[in-house]
């Protein structure tokens, strides 16, 4: 308001009433021109918070950009492709002499595999074979088993 009785002052200072000023403001009266003025003190105070709002929500955008860029794009630098092997699967013919536990011990990796068991159920699984205990006396000589094994080179 003081910014605007400043203006009133000025209008009258140059020979125009308060009410020619408020009719030029579209008032017909000092309370019109007070509840103009409030209305437009509420417009801007809207028109404010609306580009707070809208500041802070580019804000949090930019900062969730930035947050993916350096987070969502990471790279392992310590395992190089010398480190990374390939899971194969290969056909392998149980011999006269062997059983289904030499087959497993032979191409079990400890390195891939929590136990020896893990691998068993794996290639149970695999064959459609019950769980390992009582699928190992299934297995004869001359069966085909379906097993899994890792190496270093692509395929």
């Known amino acids: 308001m ?12 140059d020979g125009i009433s308060r009410n020619e000023y408020y009719k030029i403001r ?8 007070r509840r103009y003025l409030s209305a437009s003190r ?20 930019i900062v969730l950009f930035i947050c993916f860029l350096v987070f969502g794009i990471h790279s392992d630098a310590s395992s190089s492709d010398s480190d990374r092997e ?16 030499d087959v497993i011990d032979q191409y079990y990796d400890a390195d891939h595999y929590k136990s020896r068991n893990a691998y068993a159920e794996e290639v149970c699984d695999i064959n459609g074979l019950y769980s390992y205990p009582a699928s190992a006396e299934q297995i004869r000589p001359g069966d085909h088993l379906i097993v899994a094994y890792y190496s270093p080179e692509f395929h």
């Open 26 to 33: 579209g008032c017909g009266s000092a309370s019109e021109f």
């Open 42 to 61: 509420a417009k801007r105070q809207r028109q404010l918070r609306r580009h707070c709002i809208l500041l802070a929500a580019a804000a949090a955008c």
């Open 2 to 13: 003081r910014g605007q009785g400043s203006r009133v002052s000025f209008a009258v200072a």
């Open 86 to 101: 390939f899971k194969y699967y290969t056909s392998v013919t149980v011999g006269s002499e062997q059983s289904f536990d």
